[in-house]
């Protein structure tokens, strides 16, 4: 029987690595560069090989007869300035140094190098400084340091990330300033968040998972449409959760207790287990978590304190079947419930205070089940995934402002607003092995979405809290259907071309029933479909030391859509909004220096954006989409990475972008914003973190973070609101042993009180202005424990 491994989330399962090194192969290698003869190698052997060109000179030995990898390799490299490891099952590095006479079996990384994680995002198991897409990985342990527990709380630690701050379940991630507007609509989201194999969001803001018991967190930046189609127009998040262990029996509890100045406490309980069930064949992993994040806000209009309480709650399970080392099965099982009993804006003047005459809750609820089925064999390798998503979100506003409009009867008013989202998806590619001078991807993928969104204008009056007298039922169904590929070819040592694409269709049906008690009922009825291709060229050389510098064409899509709702229907020219497009010219290198201690990425791009599809509200507060204009966007972002041999590690990141927007949409607004709503043309992060023994075994981390955000506008309206200018603050000093752990950490340990986010409640935009601030200064612990 094979011997176990833990799989990565879309590569292939071949065995142990000390299987992967013992199997005897065929092995024919004639005198020639050592770059070339290592790539024979890995061709002859099936296994990915990263880093060849690291191995400068020539092999001037023979290679013909039947031995093992570990073999192999140490005869080539014997006397070559250069070494080998395997990384992962099936994967082996080659690096700068003295030379490799025996099998290196995998370590972790160093804690905070950039690029020495596997990632993938490109659907294949790479190494990020081999690719020619901007990616960045975060791994657990470097998420654990930090204390990221969530999408927005890891923002800092990527370049080019950010996230709204609307509040928990409300958020909309955003890459390399790319923004389509800062509120959550109809459009499709801009980033495509993806929870292994599985994409998670539609047009819904992001769910926030928890980050519990994963292996990394995984961003790519810049279009994506050539592998993952529509939705990724700016980028990919993808969350990496932990697969079972076939050979372990593991535990790990973490509790956390917090102070908030002015607010209520916080805490939270998480766990995950680990148990292989039938030998090395069967094994499962649970994960569960719950959370209370404490309120800071009152409402002195309801006489209610701490009002924006926060309870996140949810579970994991995933079942690993690996009967042999060709074949693997795997389920997973998850689902979350978080709820906010208010909003989180306030108003200018009053300190953590605001006035508004209803409760504001929102509530997001995601379930998914998702079945991902992996076949190795000769030179290819099937991967098919089938997951179904369903996904339930929904706020009420105080709408009293714009009730005249509807009602004369009512005291106050409600808005009340839920989409109930229900995706099937079914993706399927195939995938060449090892390391020839062609490698080539070929997939099939299809999803069925089919979301209800019902909204409600409901008066309150005294003994009588929702009169219905206004309301839209909205029923969509989109169903993608897609073929796409790629292929990379080794033209010359050091240089890879590669051009890949996908050619999709998309069909939409919208059906509409509104209800008025002012006004006659109308409903309609309405399909459109789009068909296009995406797709994306790069050129890239890596040079003798490891580094690489690469160029590449990429293009993002949307299908457009059509509006409803409104107690009087909208004018023909916001009847509808069409597809846009991004296009992205993107220039990137990546190195490391000083024997791997100093890493820096950077990337110059320029992107064309056209018909910029946006949620907007209209003057009475209902939701419709409209196409902006066009913006042309200028950016670089970079990211350098140091680590000492005395225990210091420094991360920084920043992006720089100019925006120049053309074509406005003079029915959206005459005053057009020259940038995006929500992207300040400057963000950056820094981390810092010191490790040394403290006594015993136990280890000391002192990790301190910062993260500016830039100024920037809530809407493409230049005459609408600022915000932004601010920097979020962390402190932590951490003990870590054997089996059990102790964290102190300070949230804001200035008490800055900086505008997040100059949006609330899209029924009161005009008359007073609302502001997002920062959690006050909080203090917290953690505690945990592990078998």
Same mark, same amino acid.
């Given at each position: 029987?094979?011997?176990?491994?833990?799989c990565?989330?879309?590569?292939?399962c071949?065995?142990?690595?000390?299987e992967a090194? !013992?199997?005897?192969?065929?092995?024919?290698?004639?005198?020639q560069?050592?770059?070339?003869?290592?790539?024979?190698?890995?061709?002859?052997?099936?296994?990915?090989l990263?880093?060849?060109?690291a191995?400068?000179? +020539?092999?001037?030995?023979?290679?013909?007869?039947?031995?093992?990898?570990e073999?192999?390799?140490?005869?080539?490299?014997?006397g070559?300035?250069?070494?080998w490891?395997?990384?992962?099952?099936?994967?082996?590095?080659i690096s700068?140094g003295?030379?490799?006479?025996?099998?290196?079996m995998?370590?972790p990384a160093?804690?905070?190098?950039?690029g020495?994680?596997l990632?993938?995002?490109?659907?294949?198991i790479?190494n990020? *400084?081999?690719?020619?897409v901007?990616v960045?990985?975060?791994?657990?342990?470097?998420?654990?340091?930090?204390g990221?527990?969530d999408?927005?709380?890891?923002?800092g630690?990527?370049a080019?990330?950010?996230?709204t701050?609307?509040?928990?379940?409300?958020?909309k991630?955003l890459?390399?300033g790319?923004s389509?507007g800062?509120?959550?609509?109809?459009a499709?989201?801009v980033?495509?968040?993806?929870?292994?194999?599985?994409?998670?969001n539609?047009?819904a803001p992001?769910?926030?998972?928890?980050?519990v018991?994963?292996?990394?967190?995984e961003?790519?930046?810049?279009?994506?449409g050539?592998l993952?189609g529509?939705?990724?127009?700016?980028?990919i998040?993808?969350?990496?959760?932990?697969k079972?262990d076939?050979?372990d029996?593991?535990?790990?509890?973490?509790t956390t207790?917090a102070?908030?100045?002015?607010?209520?406490s916080?805490?939270?309980?998480?766990?995950?287990?680990?148990?292989?069930?039938?030998?090395?064949?069967?094994?499962?992993?649970?994960?569960?978590?719950?959370?209370?994040q404490?309120?800071?806000?009152?409402?002195?209009?309801?006489?209610?304190?701490?009002?924006?309480?926060?309870?996140?709650?949810?579970?994991?399970?995933i079942l690993l079947f690996?009967?042999?080392?060709?074949w693997?099965?795997?389920?997973?099982?998850?689902?979350?419930?978080?709820?906010?009993?208010?909003?989180?804006?306030?108003?200018p003047?009053l300190?953590?205070?605001?006035?508004v005459?209803?409760p504001?809750?929102?509530?997001?609820?995601i379930?998914? !089940?998702?079945?991902?089925?992996?076949r190795?064999?000769?030179?290819?390798e099937?991967?098919?995934?089938?997951?179904y998503?369903?996904?339930?979100?929904?706020?009420?506003?105080?709408?009293?402002?714009? +009730?005249s409009l509807?009602?004369?009867?009512?005291?106050?008013?409600a808005?009340?607003e839920?989409t109930?989202?229900k995706?099937?998806?079914?993706?399927?590619f195939?995938t060449?092995?090892g390391?020839?001078?062609?490698?080539w991807l /070929?997939?099939?993928?299809?999803?069925?979405?089919?979301?209800?969104?019902?909204?409600?204008?409901?008066a309150?009056?005294? *003994?009588?809290p929702?009169i219905?007298?206004?309301?839209?039922?909205? *029923?969509?169904?989109?169903?993608?259907?897609?073929?796409?590929?790629e292929?990379?070819?080794?033209?010359?040592?050091?240089?890879?071309?590669?051009? %890949?694409?996908?050619?999709?269709r998309?069909?939409?049906?919208?059906?509409?029933?509104?209800?008025?008690?002012?006004?006659a009922?109308r409903?309609f009825d309405?399909q459109?479909n789009?068909?296009?291709f995406s797709?994306?060229v790069?050129?890239?050389?890596?040079?003798?030391?490891?580094a690489?510098?690469?160029g590449v064409?990429?293009?993002?899509?949307?299908?457009?859509?059509v509006?409803?709702?409104?107690?009087?229907?909208?004018?023909?020219q916001?009847?509808?909004?069409?597809p846009? *497009?991004?296009?992205?010219?993107?220039?990137?290198?990546?190195?490391?220096?000083?024997?791997?201690?100093?890493?820096?990425?950077? !990337?110059?791009?320029?992107?064309?954006?056209?018909?910029?599809?946006?949620? +907007?509200?209209?003057p009475?507060?209902?939701?419709?989409?409209?196409?902006?204009?066009?913006?042309h966007i200028v950016?670089v972002e970079?990211?350098v990475a140091?680590?000492?041999d005395?225990?210091?590690?420094?991360?920084?990141n920043g992006?720089?972008?100019?925006?120049?927007?053309?074509? %406005?949409?003079?029915?959206?607004?005459?005053n057009?914003?020259n940038?995006?709503p929500?992207?300040?043309?400057?963000?950056?992060?820094?981390?810092?973190s010191y490790?040394?023994?403290?006594f015993?075994d136990?280890?000391?981390?002192?990790?301190?973070? !910062?993260?500016?955000?830039?100024?920037?506008?809530?809407?493409?309206?230049? /005459?609408?609101?600022?915000?932004?200018?601010?920097t979020?603050?962390?402190?932590s000093?951490?003990?870590t042993g054997?089996?059990f752990?102790v964290q102190?950490y300070?949230?804001?340990?200035?008490?800055?009180?900086?505008?997040t986010?100059a949006f609330?409640?899209?029924?009161n935009p005009?008359?007073?202005?609302?502001i997002?601030p920062?959690?006050?200064?909080?203090?917290?612990?953690t505690?945990?424990?592990?078998?």
């Open positions: 029987m094979a011997a176990a491994v833990t990565g989330v879309v590569v292939a071949f065995g142990s690595s000390a090194a !013992a199997s005897r192969i065929l092995f024919k290698v004639e005198p560069a050592y770059s070339e003869a290592l790539l024979d190698i890995a061709q002859q052997a099936n296994i990915t990263i880093g060849a060109a191995c400068p000179g +020539q092999f001037r030995g023979r290679l013909d007869g039947s031995m093992t990898l073999q192999a390799l140490s005869q080539v490299l014997s070559a300035p250069c070494t490891r395997l990384i992962a099952p099936a994967a082996v590095e700068p003295a030379s490799s006479t025996a099998v290196e995998v370590r160093p804690p905070v190098t950039v020495e994680l990632v993938t995002a490109t659907k294949r790479r990020p *400084r081999e690719l020619a901007a960045t990985a975060i791994p657990r342990n470097e998420l654990d340091a930090a990221a527990t999408a927005g709380e890891a923002a630690q990527l080019g990330v950010l996230a701050n609307l509040g928990p379940g409300r958020n991630l890459l390399r790319l389509d800062a509120y959550t609509g109809r499709r989201s980033v495509a968040t993806y929870l292994d194999d599985l994409p998670v539609y047009n992001d769910p926030d998972f928890r980050l018991d994963i292996e990394r967190v961003v790519a930046r810049g279009p994506q050539a993952y529509a939705g990724s127009i700016a980028g998040y993808r969350i990496v959760s932990r079972p076939l050979n029996i593991s535990a790990e509890l973490r207790g102070l908030t100045e002015s607010g209520a916080s805490y939270a309980i998480e766990g995950h287990g680990n148990y292989p069930i039938w030998g090395d064949v069967l094994g499962a992993r649970v994960a569960a978590y719950q959370e209370i404490g309120g800071y806000l009152d409402d002195v209009g309801q006489d209610r304190s701490n009002v924006d309480r926060t309870e996140r709650r949810g579970a994991r399970l690996q009967p042999n080392a060709d693997m099965l795997s389920g997973t099982v998850a689902g979350q419930h978080l709820r906010s009993e208010d909003t989180h804006y306030t108003t003047g300190r953590l205070k605001r006035s005459r209803i504001e809750p929102h509530v997001n609820d379930a998914l !089940a998702t079945v991902t089925v992996r190795s064999w000769g030179g290819a099937l991967n098919l995934s089938t997951g998503v369903r996904h339930a979100y929904g706020s009420l506003y105080d709408a009293t402002a714009t +009730q509807y009602t004369d009867f009512a005291r106050t008013s808005y009340s839920r109930r989202t995706m099937l998806v079914q993706d399927v195939l060449s092995r390391a020839g001078r062609l490698e /070929a997939g099939l993928y299809g999803s069925d979405t089919r979301t209800q969104s019902p909204t409600e204008f409901l309150q009056v005294p *003994r009588a929702n219905l007298v206004y309301g839209d039922d909205r *029923r969509d169904h989109i169903r993608e259907m897609a073929a796409y590929g292929a990379s070819w080794r033209v010359a040592p050091g240089w890879t071309a590669a051009i %890949g694409g996908r050619v999709f998309i069909e939409t049906r919208t059906q509409s029933d509104v209800v008025s008690e002012r006004f009922p409903g309405r459109i789009f068909t296009g797709p994306k790069s050129l890239q050389y890596e040079f003798a030391t490891g690489l510098v690469y064409i990429s293009e993002g899509y949307r299908a457009g859509g509006n409803s709702g409104g107690a009087l229907p909208l004018p023909a916001r009847e509808a909004y069409t846009d *497009r991004l296009l992205n010219y993107e220039l990137g290198l990546k190195s490391d220096w000083l024997d791997h201690r100093l890493a820096l990425n950077g !990337a110059l791009f320029y992107a064309h954006w056209k018909d910029i599809q946006t949620d +907007q509200f209209r009475s507060g209902i939701p419709y989409t409209t196409n902006a204009g066009d913006a950016g970079t990211e140091w680590r000492t005395w225990g210091l590690t420094a991360q920084l992006r720089f972008s100019r925006v120049r927007t053309t074509k %406005g949409n003079l029915d959206l607004t005459p057009l914003v940038g995006l929500g992207a300040p043309p400057i963000s950056a992060g820094a981390l810092l490790e040394r023994p403290a015993g136990w280890n000391l981390r002192l990790v301190g973070q !910062a993260t500016y955000i830039g100024r920037s506008r809530v809407s493409f309206d230049a /005459a609408q609101s600022s915000m932004g200018n601010y979020r603050t962390k402190l000093a951490e003990l054997k089996h752990g102190i300070m949230i804001n340990p200035l008490d800055a009180r900086g505008d986010f609330g409640n899209p029924f005009d008359q007073t202005r609302q997002t920062q959690r006050p200064r909080t203090v917290g612990m505690i945990s424990a592990a078998i």
